[in-house]
Nanobody
Framework: VQLQAFGGGLVQAGGSLRLSCAAS????????RGWFRQAAGKEREFVAA????????YYRDSVKGRFTISRDNAKNTVYLQMNSLLPEDTAVYYC???????????????????WGQGTEVTVSS
């Protein structure tokens, strides 16, 4: 499975961006798909995930109500709509995928074996 993330950029605080992650190769509409981010000098952290079996979404607390993860199985693409962006959302965002995950495991980077390159998001104050 190859993943390609794009859609990052520079935006002012309060603005919006939509990230996309396209999958190719051995893909399955039931794969769990996730987004993680890593700010300069910090560890990679979970942002959001979407699972198919059972249908569920997961968010880190600081993005709930502002970010929405969705998927288009026909396009093998997952989206992260980011609204009301804050300077602390500045990071390189990575998309990830794997066959499945369960509960809290969906929030852990080690649950994902497939990773895309990062796309940089910068939010200016």
């Amino acid at each position: 499975v190859q993943l390609q993330a794009f859609g990052g950029g520079l935006v002012q605080a309060g603005g919006s961006l939509r990230l996309s992650c396209a999958a190719s190769g051995r893909t399955a509409s039931t794969y769990v798909r996730g987004w993680f981010r890593q700010a300069a000098g910090k560890e990679r952290e979970f942002v959001a995930a979407i699972n198919s079996k059972p249908p569920s979404t997961y968010y880190r607390d600081s993005v709930k109500g502002r970010f929405t993860i969705s998927r288009d199985n026909a396009k093998n693409t997952v989206y992260l709509q980011m609204n009301s962006l804050l300077p602390e959302d500045t990071a390189v965002y990575y998309c990830a995928a794997d066959l499945s995950c369960s509960g809290e495991g969906c929030r852990r980077a080690r649950s994902y074996n497939y990773w895309g390159q990062g796309t940089e998001v910068t939010v200016s104050s």
